[in-house]
């Protein structure tokens, strides 16, 4: 009789998909040059393994971050695309 596994291992899907996550968003606040990107996209790996909700939380940061160093539309400009590419690693 063959064993049955009820879990796949954590690192099958979802840590390829927060690798790719905190790459992007880590690439786009390089690009921004917003301080603080290793620590950042640290948070943003360890969010990513929050279901549904850690793509979001993972955004505040950036976003009060962008948004205290040098205003709206550079908060707008990060903020944007990050939450889009949260909205489309849930679907």
């Known amino acids: 009789m063959p064993e049955v596994h009820l879990r796949k291992p954590l690192c099958d899907g979802h840590a390829r998909i927060a690798l790719v996550n905190t790459a992007l968003t880590a690439m786009g606040m390089w690009v921004l040059m917003i301080p603080g990107t290793g620590l950042l996209s640290l948070f943003v790996f ?15 940061p950036i976003g009060f971050v962008a948004l205290t160093e040098y205003g709206f539309l550079k908060a707008i400009i990060k903020v944007i695309p990050h939450g889009k590419f949260c909205s489309m690693s849930i679907l």
């Open 46 to 60: 360890l969010c990513s393994f929050i279901p549904i909700a850690g793509c979001f939380i993972s955004t505040v």
